[in-house]
């Protein structure tokens, strides 16, 4: 099939997803284009993270479609959406904790070919994360919440993605990590990898995003860039205000 | 006999055991240590591999009472035997979980176990009609060769089971720490959806582990008609329970765990059948495990699993 370089690399078209009853994205669009950081916002038990869950195939959306780089991918095993391209950053790192650092990276490269190019990649990995490379035979269920961070940021490259779904990644860590996540997110950003990336630190990822969607008990309320967004002044006084409170849905 | 050689003599037949043990409660908790599923079919793949075993003897022209072979011949037959043994019944346990259990997968609560103990009597019953109710003679194609360690006797087909244990739990060491799929079924035993969005195809995963465990419960059967030189199908729940036992007393989906377990439960019966009676072995055995779960629930090995979300 023909490849379309020029479309979105990811596009939500009227995505509903259910739990059993439990109706969760609602006629959601989205569209991720190529070299972006797009932002999903929202406050707690909105679909954030169904959404990551919808694209990994880990759920399967009741209708509507999700097409990866022109082609529509609902229907695909989740192991054949990463060898696609797609890797995730899992909400709460979820690293196979009694597994080493270095054989969690090994698992992210999990469908790709060992030689060279695999060195690559792990080189590259560790000089992103110099303290990666430092830990790589520990456990990975013993090291501090920031490593685990990076850890599995680290292993979402070694599946040489196209585009890297993270599911907040400044949960947990201290200020100063945060901003060392989010600069390195862009650094990867820059290497050329899309990223969509869900957030509660809305500040933090509207200064790093190009663009952002609200999302609001399954619906997406409020899209645009990111200049556009903090300047908005419902997202002033819902996510950007002084507590930082996530909206009452 | 000294009292010395009569505990090196207890041990040697309790470490043979114990071998057995392990080989199947390794498959225990491979497949518990991925589906959280307790496969009670396996203990009559067991022994199934056990039939397997006289029937390829039988088929190689070996039969029961027949002077014992030497040499290449004597390599090659066990070779061969402990091959399809172990093949068949590793496409046995396959066959059981596309059959009876993938069809269960998603669904909650006990429905999948029940199903593994109507597989279990369904083969159970398959032998019992088709093999009649009688022990059956196993052929023992070992020479008669023994040394004496001290007082103690040490047996060829002890050196047997030893060494092929060894080499079959080895290579399931290997295979579980170092290969790709070995690695992905740890990956997929700590965390099912994570691997899966590693690209892990955790189907594959499943079989394989469903063919591992079944392999070498198979070459559990085998051994033990070699060892006892005789088989039945009503071998698989007496050898199942202490193996599962083994299992858990070692920490179930703990790999070394079910080595150590079948060991310890091996020596158990040994010396408990030796100082009390044959007859109380299943009482010392259980009551070993009640005690361990009371005081270290995930075994000796295992740990407490951490709530998977
Ligand atoms: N596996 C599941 N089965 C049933 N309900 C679920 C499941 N996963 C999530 N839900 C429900 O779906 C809703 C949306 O959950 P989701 O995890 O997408 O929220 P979220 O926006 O990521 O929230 P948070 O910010 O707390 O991570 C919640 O009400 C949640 O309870
Ligand atoms: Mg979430």
Same mark, same amino acid.
């Given at each position: 099939? /023909?490849?379309?370089?020029?479309?979105?690399?990811?596009?939500?078209?009227?995505?509903?997803?259910?739990?059993?009853?439990?109706?969760?994205?609602?006629?959601?669009?989205?569209?991720?284009?190529?070299?972006?950081?797009?932002?999903?916002?929202?406050? !707690?038990?909105?679909?954030?993270?169904?959404?990551?869950?919808?694209?990994?195939?880990?759920?399967?959306?009741?209708?509507?479609?999700?097409?990866?780089?022109?082609?529509?991918?609902?229907?695909?095993?989740?192991?054949?959406?990463? +060898?696609?391209?797609?890797? /995730?950053?899992?909400?709460?790192?979820?690293?196979? /904790?009694?597994?080493?650092?270095?054989?969690?990276?090994?698992?992210?490269?999990?469908?790709?070919?060992?030689?060279?190019?695999?060195?690559?990649?792990?080189?590259?990995?560790?000089?992103?994360? /110099?303290?990666? +490379?430092?830990?790589?035979?520990?456990?990975?269920?013993?090291?501090?919440?920031?490593?685990?961070?990076?850890?599995?940021?680290?292993?979402?490259?070694?599946?040489?993605?196209?585009?890297?779904?993270?599911?907040?990644?400044?949960?947990?860590?201290?200020?100063?990590?945060?901003?060392?996540?989010?600069?390195?997110?862009?650094?990867?950003?820059?290497?050329?990898?899309?990223?969509?990336?869900?957030?509660? !630190?809305?500040?933090?990822?509207?200064?790093?995003?190009?663009?952002?969607?609200?999302?609001?008990?399954?619906?997406?309320?409020?899209?645009?860039?990111?200049?556009?967004?903090?300047?908005?002044?419902?997202? +002033?006084?819902?996510?950007?205000?002084?507590?930082?409170?996530?909206?009452?849905? | 006999?000294?009292?010395?050689?009569?505990?090196?003599?207890?041990? %040697?037949?309790?470490?043979?055991?114990?071998?057995?043990?392990?080989?199947?409660?390794?498959?225990?908790?491979?497949?518990?240590?991925?589906?959280?599923?307790?496969?009670?079919?396996?203990?009559?793949?067991?022994?199934?591999?056990?039939?397997?075993?006289?029937?390829?003897?039988?088929?190689?022209?070996?039969?029961?009472?027949?002077?014992?072979?030497?040499?290449?011949?004597?390599?090659?037959?066990?070779?061969?035997?402990?091959?399809?043994?172990? @093949?068949?019944?590793?496409?046995?346990? @396959? $066959?059981?979980?596309?059959?009876?259990?993938?069809?269960?997968?998603? %669904?909650?609560?006990?429905?999948?176990?029940?199903?593994?103990?109507?597989?279990?009597?369904?083969?159970?019953?398959?032998?019992?009609?088709?093999?009649?109710?009688?022990?059956?003679?196993?052929?023992?194609?070992?020479?008669?060769?023994?040394?004496? %360690?001290?007082?103690?006797?040490?047996?060829?087909?002890?050196?047997?089971?030893?060494?092929?244990?060894? #080499?079959?739990?080895?290579?399931?060491?290997?295979?579980?720490?170092?290969?790709?799929? #070995?690695?992905?079924?740890?990956?997929?035993?700590?965390?099912?959806?994570?691997?899966?969005?590693?690209?892990?195809?955790?189907?594959?995963?499943?079989?394989?582990?469903?063919?591992?465990?079944?392999?070498?419960?198979?070459?559990?059967?085998?051994?033990? #008609?070699?060892?006892?030189?005789?088989?039945?199908? @009503?071998?698989?729940?007496?050898? &199942?329970?202490?193996?599962?036992?083994?299992? @858990?007393?070692?920490?179930?989906?703990?790999?070394? &765990?079910?080595?150590?377990?079948?060991?310890?439960?091996?020596?158990?019966?040994?010396?408990?059948?030796?100082?009390?009676?044959?007859?109380?072995?299943?009482? %010392?055995?259980?009551?070993?495990?009640?005690?361990? $779960?009371?005081?270290?629930?995930?075994?000796?090995? #295992?740990?407490?699993?951490?709530?998977?979300?």
């Amino acid at each position: 099939m /023909p490849r379309e370089d020029q479309g979105p690399l990811l596009e939500f078209k009227a995505v509903n997803t259910y739990y059993g009853d439990l109706h969760v994205l609602k006629d959601v669009n989205y569209t991720i284009g190529r070299g972006e950081i797009v932002s999903l916002l929202g406050g !707690n038990a909105c679909g954030k993270s169904t959404t990551m869950k919808t694209i990994m195939g880990v759920v399967r959306p009741t209708r509507g479609s999700v097409t990866f780089d022109g082609q529509p991918i609902e229907k695909l095993a989740t192991s054949e959406r990463v +060898k696609r391209g797609i890797a /995730p950053v899992l909400e709460a790192r979820r690293l196979f /904790p009694r597994m080493t650092v270095y054989e969690n990276l090994e698992m992210g490269a999990y469908t790709q070919k060992r030689g060279a190019q695999f060195d690559e990649d792990l080189e590259r990995v560790y000089s992103l994360f /110099p303290r990666v +490379k430092e830990r790589r035979n520990q456990v990975s269920g013993t090291l501090s919440g920031g490593e685990q961070q990076m850890v599995a940021i680290g292993r979402a490259l070694m599946a040489r993605p196209r585009l890297i779904c993270m599911d907040e990644p400044s949960m947990g860590l201290s200020p100063l990590y945060v901003e060392q996540v989010f600069d390195i997110i862009q650094e990867i950003n820059r290497q050329g990898t899309t990223i969509f990336m869900v957030e509660q !630190n809305a500040a933090m990822a509207l200064s790093i995003a190009h663009r952002a969607y609200v999302l609001q008990t399954g619906k997406v309320v409020l899209s645009g860039t990111a200049a556009e967004l903090r300047e908005n002044p419902a997202i +002033k006084e819902a996510y950007l205000g002084e507590l930082q409170v996530p909206a009452a849905a | 006999m000294t009292a010395v050689d009569v505990y090196l003599q207890q041990a %040697i037949n309790g470490v043979s055991l114990g071998a057995m043990y392990a080989l199947l409660a390794l498959g225990f908790t491979l497949v518990y240590g991925i589906l959280e599923l307790i496969n009670f079919a396996h203990f009559n793949v067991f022994m199934v591999g056990s039939f397997v075993g006289l029937g390829m003897l039988e088929l190689l022209g070996v039969m029961p009472n027949d002077p014992a072979l030497t040499g290449l011949t004597l390599v090659g037959v066990l070779l061969l035997t402990f091959a399809v043994t172990m @093949v068949f019944s590793g496409a046995l346990g @396959v $066959l059981i979980e596309r059959v009876a259990l993938r069809p269960l997968r998603n %669904i909650r609560g006990p429905a999948s176990m029940i199903t593994t103990i109507g597989v279990s009597y369904v083969l159970f019953n398959i032998v019992l009609l088709g093999f009649g109710a009688d022990a059956k003679n196993f052929p023992s194609p070992l020479p008669q060769v023994q040394f004496a %360690i001290g007082g103690a006797v040490l047996r060829l087909r002890e050196i047997l089971i030893w060494v092929i244990s060894i #080499g079959l739990m080895g290579g399931l060491t290997y295979f579980v720490q170092f290969t790709k799929m #070995g690695k992905a079924m740890r990956a997929t035993a700590q965390d099912p959806d994570a691997a899966r969005m590693m690209g892990v195809e955790v189907d594959r995963v499943i079989i394989t582990a469903f063919f591992l465990g079944s392999a070498l419960a198979g070459a559990g059967g085998l051994m033990f #008609g070699l060892y006892y030189n005789i088989t039945s199908y @009503v071998i698989g729940f007496q050898a &199942g329970l202490r193996a599962f036992t083994a299992a @858990v007393l070692g920490g179930i989906g703990n790999v070394p &765990g079910a080595m150590l377990g079948g060991i310890i439960i091996g020596l158990v019966e040994a010396f408990g059948s030796y100082w009390i009676s044959a007859a109380w072995a299943d009482v %010392i055995i259980f009551s070993i495990l009640v005690l361990v $779960l009371v005081f270290k629930p995930a075994g000796l090995l #295992g740990r407490i699993a951490p709530n998977k979300s």
